[in-house]
C-alpha cells in the first residue's frame, strides 16, 4: 500500500514563503507524475503544480505562476512545493497526489486522475 506523507505547512503572514514536501513509501512501481493541489474552506479542490516522471514537464494553475515552483527530489518518490509571494488566498490544505496509470509522462489537471492522495498539509496565510 502507497503511503503519501506531506509536511512544511504552517503559519505565514503574506509575502512570505514556505516548501511543502511530500514522500512517497510503499512503493512496489513508478509513478507517471505528481502533483499538489488544494482546498480551500468551502471551495472545491484545485490543481495548484504537477510534475511528470521521466521528461520533467511542470504545469501550474495561473494564480501561483511565477510564484510557486514543483520540483522532485532524487528519489523519484518525492515532491517539493516551493511557495514564495504568499497571498491570503493561498490558505487552504494541500494534498500531494501521484498518478500511476494514465498517459505517460503528462501532467494531468483533474484530481479524480490521480489514484494515492496524501492526508493533506494545512498552509495558513495572514494578512
Known amino acids: 500500500q502507497v503511503q503519501l506523507v506531506e509536511s512544511g505547512g504552517g503559519l505565514v503572514q503574506t509575502g512570505g514563503s514556505l516548501r511543502l514536501s511530500c514522500a512517497a513509501s510503499?512503493?512496489?512501481?513508478?509513478?507517471?507524475?505528481m502533483a499538489w493541489f488544494r482546498q480551500a474552506p468551502g471551495k472545491e479542490q484545485d490543481f495548484v503544480a504537477g510534475?511528470?516522471?521521466?521528461?520533467?514537464?511542470?504545469q501550474y494553475t495561473d494564480s501561483v505562476k511565477g510564484r510557486f515552483t514543483i520540483s522532485k527530489g532524487n528519489a523519484s518518490n518525492t515532491v517539493y512545493l516551493q511557495m514564495n509571494s504568499l497571498k491570503t488566498k493561498g490558505t487552504a490544505i494541500y494534498y500531494c497526489?501521484?498518478?500511476?496509470?494514465?498517459?505517460?509522462?503528462?501532467?494531468?489537471?483533474?484530481?479524480?486522475?490521480?489514484?494515492?492522495w496524501g492526508q493533506g498539509t494545512q498552509v495558513t496565510v495572514s494578512s
Open positions: 510503499g512503493r512496489t512501481s513508478s509513478n507517471y507524475a
Open positions: 497526489a501521484e498518478r500511476t496509470s494514465g498517459p505517460i509522462d503528462t501532467v494531468n489537471t483533474v484530481p479524480s486522475d490521480y489514484n494515492n
Open positions: 510534475i511528470s516522471r521521466y521528461s520533467d514537464i511542470t
